[in-house]
């Protein structure tokens, strides 16, 4: 069975802290992973992918991921955040089956 | 990257009447698009899968009467909501993958329609 977990609906960090939100995943096959992020009242925007060629991903924006099998983790992280940061954030996992699995979604709030 | 065109991007309609939203993948082929509906504050549900030619396949617990689905082509699919109600006022988002890609293709999504049933 596949699913994707995200931990935490909210996440308040100040302007130029760490961003981190969690994501676990379950697959009974190799994953590929995906975070996509959406500003209000538009759709989901691709921040990264995982496809196995590199377990540290780096996608837009100065957001990066980390694969790590033994966890069953993919989280994502920002070194420093910005006010434009601030919108919903969701993980995903895709199965041979062409489709995706989403996460519910972690609200990412930058406090200036 | 690809593009997925979703439209329109808001749409305002009185109970009973029917909208359609229409979804295109505007430079790639999609032999498969995903209708999706978002609540306020909530992850995407998978309303339906649309196949080309074919009968789109729905979740359990959508009512393939209530919102229709055609793919007629392979850059165009497009969900009627019957007989609206002001409980069909959502998010409406939809997405495709390159027919020509493989499993670690990402899904290109449309802007989304947020529908309002008045």
């Known amino acids: 069975a596949q699913s994707v977990t995200q931990l935490g609906s909210h996440v308040s960090v100040s302007e130029g802290a760490l961003v981190l939100l969690r994501c676990n995943y379950s697959s009974s096959v190799p994953p590929y992973l995906f975070w996509y992020v959406q500003y209000p009242n538009q759709g989901l925007q691709l921040l990264l992918k995982?496809?196995?060629?590199?377990?540290l991903v780096k996608g837009i924006n100065g957001f990066e991921a980390e694969f790590k099998k033994s966890e069953t983790s993919f989280h994502l992280t920002k070194p420093s955040a910005h006010m434009s940061d601030a919108a919903e954030y969701f993980c995903?996992?895709?199965?041979?089956?062409?489709?995706?699995?989403f996460g519910t979604g972690t609200s990412l709030t930058v406090i200036p | 990257g690809a593009v997925v065109s979703q439209h329109p991007s808001w749409v305002i309609c009185k109970s009973g009447t029917s909208v359609k939203i229409e979804c295109r993948s505007l430079?790639?082929?999609?032999?498969?698009m995903f209708w999706y509906r978002q609540f306020p504050k909530q992850s995407l549900m998978l309303m339906a899968t649309s196949n080309e030619g074919s009968k789109a396949t729905y979740e359990q617990g959508v009512e393939k009467d209530k919102f229709l689905i055609n793919h007629a082509s392979l850059t165009l699919s497009t969900l009627t909501v019957t007989s609206a109600h002001p409980e069909d006022s959502s998010f409406y988002i939809c997405?495709?993958?390159?027919?020509?890609?493989?499993?670690?293709?990402?899904?290109?999504f449309g802007q989304g329609t947020r529908l309002t049933v008045v």
């Open positions: 997405s495709a993958r390159d027919a020509g890609g493989n499993q670690n293709t990402e899904a290109f």
């Open positions: 995903a996992l895709a199965n041979t089956g062409n489709q995706f699995y």
């Open positions: 430079d790639f082929q999609a032999t498969t």
């Open positions: 995982y496809t196995s060629a590199a377990t």
